[in-house]
């Protein structure tokens, strides 16, 4: 059974840093492009950027700059690395395997939220 689990979101000043992190088990890892979504409060979830299972990454020009997705495939864990953030940020942000797969495709963690706040 896949699992995903988020950690790392907290309470940040604008302008600040977090390290996001998403450990995932019960697939193999290494083959699966990975996404990072948010979702802030009202609104629909969105991708933000993704990572590609060799590591070519591609961002959402909201985030592009700011935010970096890296990988490690041998300890199956995604990470998404923020900078200079916004209270516009503010949201839980959720990582995901980018498949066509269905039963991948709805696998979602519990997410982890993410405060930009003064």
């Known amino acids: 059974q896949v699992q995903l689990v988020e950690s790392g979101g907290g309470l940040v000043q604008p302008g600040g840093s977090l390290r996001l992190s998403c450990v995932v088990s019960?697939?193999?890892?290494?083959?699966?492009?990975m996404g990072w979504y948010r979702q802030a409060p009202g609104k629909q979830r969105e991708l933000i950027g993704s990572?590609?299972?060799?590591?070519?990454?591609n961002y959402a020009d909201s985030v592009k700059g700011r935010f970096t997705i890296s990988r490690d495939n041998a300890k199956k864990m995604v990470w998404l690395q923020m900078s200079s953030l916004k209270p516009e940020d503010t949201a839980v942000y959720y990582c995901?395997?980018?498949?066509?797969?269905?039963?991948?495709?709805?696998?979602w963690g519990q997410g982890t939220q993410v405060t930009v706040s003064s």
């Open positions: 990572i590609t299972s060799r590591g070519t990454t």
């Open positions: 019960g697939v193999i890892f290494s083959i699966y492009d």
């Open positions: 995901h395997i980018e498949t066509g797969v269905t039963s991948l495709r709805n696998s």
